[in-house]
């Protein structure tokens, strides 16, 4: 065996036999240090002749390259085993919960709220909106129902105590007084709906003093009954998200709409669930009519120019209807319990592309 | 309002079923509540006879009976105590469902004689709680036949709801007459009697009033019938008002109940010898007193009409008869009252007395005005045919407030407006069925208002009453025009920021909640409400008194309900409106937010602390910034509202004026008052004080990010601990604006050696080098100047 065979051997024997970092790198620096064993070879290089010079100096390099691969593998393998070694050591119960978060909610009410205003903004309806607390005339006056009319006490409204002049403010008992508000503010055509919060003096199993309305309003100069039913019909599906619903028309009075209707949707029930669309039994879900002339009139329009129908439905009913909420008066109460049950989370919005629930 | 199926048919010829007479009625508008027809619910219980009645073998207290049933000869084990041979009675087979007992019958063997059926009581048949023997009926009936039949029960009782604009509904005949012009039938003409008096009525009537417009009554029509005899009315009638809820009195009672309910026309009856002098219609004196029918006294006042006599007021106008008057067993003379009483003036009196009568009802609803003297006539008829008596003349005051007027119908408009394609044969069928008088005038219909309609008003009426009885089943869906291929957005700036605030809050966990607009006028005043023209004059209840001024205060509230249940972590918000006046203007939208107790619940890694300020102020910001607020610009200054701890809270504005929101703990005495336990904090935010934004393009500008690395500097200052952190913070940015991109509080200390009324404020700057690496001259002298300034700024010195 040469004498590089026998270092060779001897260098490589001491990094394979390296047992930690340090060791390794104290071999490779009598390696290949300055003064390693390797290097103080090459210093004698100078003094050979050529042809001595390139057969020492190859035989020298390969031995470097051969020593600093064992290195490097040797420095490989110790790292691995020493992250195995640490891994070997380290564990969490992973089981253990995790840090807690607060889990928040949108009300029923809100979510209901932009489905509605997703339909019938696609269907070219702004939002409008007006104060709660209104005058006389908005909400009764302007709406063709003068005083003393007996409509007027199947409102029970809230008033407010009467002013020096005599007159006294309401709570909204409907959303009806946006449409006049409507009317004065703007042009026809008008397609608005009004959501929004409305007050009776009522208070029982299936009464609020405050509850959520929607108003919708068209005006121009050809909507008519018709228009009424598409429009409603096309509302139900989007809402309930069925392909069908049978539409009932009932004819009533409301004193701001002539011809005044109240429509019912079809329906089943199961377990006191309700389902739309299907079976025949009927729902009453809201009240509409042709716009009354003597409406258009208070909001500054003529009645012979201009026609169009209204209508307003509980929001807090179609909540109830869609979501299986059983009772009006929890909506009300701020129970947690009740808000993570029926809420919804912050990330669901209701779009027409993604669908409303 | 209710009538019996027989009722109608007195005035309606028709073959239709009781299932095509409601919906008929909901078709027309009037809508059905309900139908009792106990002639089906009865429809297994029949007619039988007890052939022969012997005592059971082995039972003192029952009876065998032999019966003969629609199924023949039957044995039936009986209890009742008279069960007797000859009884004719109602029969149940086996397999029936009692109603009484909630029991299917079944053959069975009692004390060991077989028994199949059941003879039964009228409680067993839930038609009355008599109990004490069955049914045993007066007369012979045929075997088998429908004992709902021969206990006169075979006639369904429909309850309709009438809208207040159709008084002419509130009568029977009214009904016929809408559903004769649906096609159900033919209304048979009413036949009003014009009976002759014979004799001049002794009591005169009078219309006393002094220039009150409209004349508070227009009309008054009397007559005296001398010799009658008031006694019980017949079974027909006593069962036609008990089936409509009514309880018979007596004939004279009855028949003023008759011709209220069958045609919309109240009549008040007097017993004649009990009325001095004349009969007349007056204003009542203030303070005047009337005992009435009810047998409650009445204090009335001078807006109230009255009928009186010499004796002082008989009768309030329109509403109730007085009970000196009224007519008893002993009445022989009677006289007849029909007026026509404003309707305005009605409702106003009744309201006021809180008195609800059928009369008022429809007095208030307005009466047909040309059918004053017809109801008096009807009325005679009546109580000639079941009393007897002799009329006088008519005496009448006033004249009927007739209102006649025509409104043309263009014939097309009830397409154009209704929908519905209607033949105009039809159209003129329909108008004419329900009593217009219809006149062809080319391209419209002329038609006068019929008496009894006080509601039609112009040609919107009429194209409602040709599209409620033709249908409004028959419109069809037409689609509206889309106006965009595409929907434009339609949400305002306001609603936009609302939703996001909203989802935003949602999303920091926070559970939204919708609470009342209003509170206790307590907890009002502790949040800056409580103002005279925010108080609602009829709350529905103390705790409900108030317009909110604040979110906070439900929110509070709400919290303490949660946590009395419970919940030791609370997180609540609620966007809304709350009111600062009763004007459009002073309603604003708030969103608002609630923290109450730990950061969260107990955790094996990580401790939860009590909720501060800080909470309520991160809530605040979210808010804000997602709902377009410029919060870089925005000033954080001490101190809030007064129902929020006055060191710890905090206002964020654009400037003094236009505050933004509040933040901070909720004050401990408005806790206290509203018995909640913190430690809660709270914020509220103000929608509508931010700015409109400036630019609407959605376009941004170029990134500006520079590949320098960035440079941190650390500085720690002490200053006088009244000096707002901010200011420093603002100092040390505006310091050499170009370079210092971020400025950070790592570190805030009180206390130590660094004495009284001092802090120290440890900073971190970070320097973004934009163009070329900083030296340490350039990044030293950038140092100087932020030290320069804060200590400009501030008084501060850098911490040694």
């Known amino acids: 065996m040469t004498e590089l065979a026998e270092l060779e051997s001897q260098l490589v024997g001491a990094v394979e036999a390296a047992p930690d970092e340090a060791t390794l790198d104290t071999v490779r620096v009598s390696a290949l240090g300055k003064k390693g064993a390797i290097s103080e070879r090459m210093k004698t290089l100078g003094a050979m002749s050529p042809d001595e010079r390139k057969q020492a100096g190859q035989a020298l390099n390969a031995l470097k390259d051969k020593v600093a691969a064992a290195i490097a593998s040797r420095s490989a393998a110790l790292k691995e085993a020493g992250l195995e070694a640490r891994l070997a050591t380290e564990f969490v119960d992973v089981t253990l919960p995790a840090r807690p978060e607060m889990q928040g909610s949108v009300h029923p009410v809100s979510q209901v709220w932009e489905e509605i205003t997703q339909i019938f903004g696609d269907m070219g309806f702004s939002v409008a909106e007006g104060p709660h607390i209104e005058t006389d005339w908005y909400n009764f006056g302007a709406l063709n129902i003068p005083d003393d009319h007996p409509a007027r006490q199947e409102h029970d409204t809230f008033y407010f105590n009467p002013k020096q002049d005599g007159s006294r403010m309401v709570l909204r008992t409907h959303t009806s007084p946006v449409q006049i508000r409507t009317m004065q503010e703007s042009d026809t055509p008008i397609r608005i709906i009004a959501p929004g919060r409305t007050y009776r003096c009522d208070s029982d199993q299936t009464h609020t003093p405050m509850f959520h309305q929607v108003e919708g309003l068209v005006l121009d100069d050809k909507t008519h009954l018709g228009h009424l039913k598409w429009c409603l019909e096309e509302f139900c599906k989007a809402f309930f998200e069925v392909d069908a619903v049978e539409m009932r028309f009932r004819a009533s009075h409301f004193p701001f709409t002539e011809p005044s209707m109240e429509v019912d949707i079809n329906c089943s029930w199961e377990k006191g669930q309700v389902k739309v669309g299907v079976g025949d039994s009927w729902l009453e879900i809201l009240g509409s009519g042709m716009v009354h002339p003597n409406v258009i009139r208070a909001g500054g329009l003529d009645p012979d120019q201009v026609q169009g129908f209204a209508f307003g439905m509980g929001i807090d009913r179609l909540a109830m209807l869609k979501y299986g909420i059983p009772d009006l008066r929890a909506f009300f109460e701020a129970d947690l319990r009740w808000l993570r049950h029926y809420g919804f989370r912050s990330l669901n919005v209701p779009t027409l592309a993604g669908g409303l629930s | ?800």
């Open chain 2, 1 to 800: 309002m209710k009538f019996t199926l027989k009722w109608l048919k007195q005035h309606l010829d028709t073959d239709a079923t009781i299932g095509e007479i409601c919906d008929g009625l909901v078709g027309v508008g009037l809508e059905v509540e309900g139908v009792e027809d106990q002639a089906s619910a009865l429809a297994a219980f029949t007619i039988c006879k007890v052939k022969e009645a012997r005592q059971h073998p082995n039972a003192d207290r029952l009876r065998v009976c032999d019966v003969e049933t629609k199924d023949g000869l039957v044995q039936v084990v009986c209890g009742a105590p008279n069960a007797r041979t000859g009884l004719v009675g109602v029969f149940a087979a086996p397999g029936t469902h009692v109603p009484g007992t909630g029991v299917d019958l079944e053959v069975g063997t009692i004390r060991g004689v077989e028994s199949a059926g059941m003879l039964c009581s009228e409680r067993e048949l839930m038609i009355s709680d008599a109990h004490d023997g069955i049914i045993d009926l007066a007369e012979e009936f045929p075997i088998g036949m429908s004992a709902a039949e021969a206990l006169g029960l075979d006639d369904p009782v429909i309850d309709v709801a009438i809208t207040p604009n159709r008084p002419d509904a509130l009568g029977v005949y009214g009904i016929a007459r809408d559903l004769a012009a649906k096609g159900l039938g033919t209304l048979k003409p009413l036949d009003v009697p014009d009976i002759p008096g014979g004799y001049k009525s002794p009591i005169g009537v009078d219309l006393r009033f002094d220039g009150e417009d409209p004349l508070p009554c227009s009309m008054f029509v009397g007559r005296h019938i001398r010799g009658v005899k008031n006694g019980p009315s017949p079974d027909w009638l006593q069962r036609w008002l008990l089936a409509i809820g009514l309880r018979p009195i007596s004939a004279l009672v009855d028949i003023t109940n008759y011709v209220t309910f069958g045609f919309g026309r109240p009549l008040h009856v007097f017993d004649a010898n009990k009325v001095h002098g004349t009969v007349h219609a007056r204003m009542a004196e203030p303070g005047e007193k009337l005992l009435a029918l009810d047998g409650k006294e009445y204090t009335l006042d001078e807006t109230m009409t009255v009928i009186a006599d010499d004796n002082g007021a008989e009768g309030i106008a329109g509403i109730i008869g007085g009970e000196v008057s009224g007519c008893d067993e002993n009445t022989t003379d009677v006289f007849i009252e029909a007026a026509y009483f404003d309707p305005v003036r009605t409702a106003a009196t009744g309201r006021k007395l809180n008195v609800i009568t059928d009369a008022r009802y429809r007095f208030e609803r307005g009466v047909d005005p040309a059918f004053v003297e017809a109801g008096a006539q009807l009325a005679t008829r009546l109580i000639m045919d079941l009393c007897g008596g002799e009329p006088s003349e008519l005496v009448i005051a006033g004249s009927a407030p007739l209102n006649t007027r025509s409104y043309d119908l263009r014939k097309t408009r009830v397409r154009s407006l209704g929908g519905i394609d209607v033949p105009e044969a039809r159209q003129v069928e329909i108008l004419t069925a329900l009593g217009f008088d219809v006149t062809d005038n080319g391209d419209v219909l002329s038609c006068q208002v019929p008496s009894w309609r006080p509601d039609v008003h112009g040609e919107a009426d009429l194209v409602e009453e040709v599209c409620r009885i033709y249908g409004l089943d028959q419109v069809r869906s037409e689609p509206m025009q889309r106006t965009h291929a595409v929907a434009k957005p339609v949400l305002t700036i306001r609603q936009k920021r609302m939703l996001a605030a909203r989802r935003a809050l949602a999303g920091r966990g926070l559970n939204e909640a919708v609470t009342w607009s209003f509170l206790p006028a307590a907890q009002a005043e502790l949040f800056g409400g409580g103002q005279p023209e925010l108080k609602l004059a009829n709350p529905i209840s103390v705790e409900l008194s108030d317009m909110r001024p604040s979110l906070i205060a439900n929110l509070v509230a709400a919290t303490g309900r949660n946590v009395d249940r419970g919940q030791a972590q609370v997180g609540l918000f609620e966007v809304g409106q709350v009111y600062a006046g009763d004007q459009p203007q002073d309603e604003t939208l708030r969103a608002s937010g609630v923290r109450r107790g730990q950061t969260g619940p107990r955790h094996w890694g990580e401790k939860a602390r009590n909720v501060d300020a800080f909470d309520a102020k991160a809530d605040l910001l979210a808010a804000l910034a997602v709902a377009g607020a410029p919060v870089a610009s925005v000033q954080v200054v001490q101190g809030a509202p007064s129902w929020f701890h006055p060191g710890r809270s905090g206002t964020v504005q654009l400037g003094p004026k236009n505050q933004l929101g509040w933040f901070g703990e909720v004050h401990p005495r408005v806790l206290d008052a509203m018995d909640v336990k913190g430690p809660l904090v709270a914020f509220e935010m103000n929608l509508d004080a931010i700015p409109e934004p400036k630019s609407s393009r959605a376009a941004r500008p170029p990134l500006d990010a520079s590949d320098l690395l960035p440079v941190r500097r650390d500085f720690a200052f002490v200053i006088d601990a009244d000096v707002p952190a901010d200011k420093l913070l603002r100092a040390a940015r505006g310091a050499e604006k170009a370079l210092v991109s971020d400025v950070s509080v790592f570190d805030v200390f009180e206390g130590g050696n660094l004495g009284d009324g001092k802090r120290s404020l440890a900073i971190e700057v970070t320097l973004q080098p934009k163009d070329k690496t900083l030296t340490d001259e350039e990044i030293d002298a950038v140092s100087k100047a932020i030290i320069a300034s804060v200590t400009k700024a501030t008084g501060a010195t850098l911490r040694g």
